[in-house]
């Protein structure tokens, strides 16, 4: 029998929880390929000093309370890419040679932009003829660190990063347009049992999120409908253990059982299944999956710079609509369910057509084929 080929995939989980749901989703189909073996590990802590670890760290304050910091630093990475590259080549060379030298992968495949262009440029530098996949994680605002030229493949989700990519010099010949990759527990979970139409006999069931970090106006969101419409609510404070104390002393004693508050969850596929609508900051992976999960959204907004785009795309493509301000959520939701629910069955079929199950398995192989070219 041949030896196996080996991949080694650089995530982290020190930025929010999207980069590392991707590599769990193509995880989820490298165990089933008996020609590779995977080595994750996560970027931050195998590569990289405690400081910039917690820089890493520092995500989930910076998004929930100072979105204009985090701008800054999306703007000065984007216009400074070069500048931010190379601090990140330098601060994570010898770790990664030293890995290289002790794994020998024959690809590297990256879900994390800080973790592509320096790491092809130490490769570089250290003559290392290695082949990088970049997996992007955004599906409109894309990151110039995603787009190099030296990459042997960049994977986009839409046609949207395609251009996007395109622009910052990678060729075409270079870039596979799959999908927005989502963990195998929804697609599964999707394609083994149909979602039911919402029933008009009881109120709608509402779910309220906004990332794994729990950022956003979440109680505002809350008090705004549940005060103007009859719904029931469930709202998701996700790492956000304060938001979730406040949130249960502000709206538990004067609504009850019409609201359920939750900390991080580990079965969010099956609070969508159970959910007629969805209201979200526009994360992509908690709106693609919940695209999968075939639940009508309602994007509250997202984070300057690396999620702008995302609320437009939603309507663009009729996977949702967009709510501007805390105001008008009511009213949205009361549309929604307006003419028997016109609107939510027209995102509904809108969903079905345009999700793909596949999307993770298709990358896996990607990358898998790439490494048996070696």
Known sequence: MSEKKKILLITTAHTGCGHKSISDSLMDWFVEMPQIEVKQVDGFEDLVGKSVTALGDSYGVVTR??????????????????????????????????????????????????????LITVCEEHGLDLPFVSVQADPVSVHPSWCDPRSALTVCATDEAVERTLSYGVPRERILKVGFPTRRRFTDMA?????????????????????????????????????????????????????????????????????????????????????????????????????????????????????????????????????????SLPGIVTRLLENNGAELTRIREAQQKYRRFDNAKRIAEAARDLALQR
């Open 65 to 118: 309370h100072a979105k204009f910091l985090w701008k800054m630093t999306w703007d000065f990475g984007t216009r400074f890419n070069e500048t931010y590259c190379s601090l990140m080549s330098t601060w994570a060379e010898k770790r990664f040679i030293d890995m290289v030298a002790r794994e020998r992968p024959d690809v590297v495949l990256t879900t994390h932009p800080m973790f592509n262009s320096s």
């Open 191 to 327: 394609q083994r049992v149909e979602k039911p139409a919402y029933d008009f006999s009881r109120p709608a069931r509402c779910l309220l999120m906004s990332g794994g970090e729990g950022s956003g106006m979440l109680g505002s969101y809350a008090r705004e409908l549940m005060n103007k419409t009859d719904v029931n609510l469930t709202i998701i404070c996700g790492r956000n253990r304060q938001l979730k104390k406040r949130l249960e002393s502000l709206l538990k004693p004067k609504y009850g059982e019409r609201v359920r508050i939750l900390g991080f969850v580990t079965d969010i596929e099956n609070q969508m299944y159970e959910s007629d609508i969805m209201i979200t900051r526009g994360s992509p992976n908690s709106f693609f999956e919940a695209v999968v999960m075939n639940v009508p959204l309602i994007i509250t907004g997202a984070l300057p710079g690396q999620e702008q785009g995302n609320p437009e795309f939603v309507e663009r493509y009729g996977l949702g609509v967009a709510s501007h301000g805390v105001k």
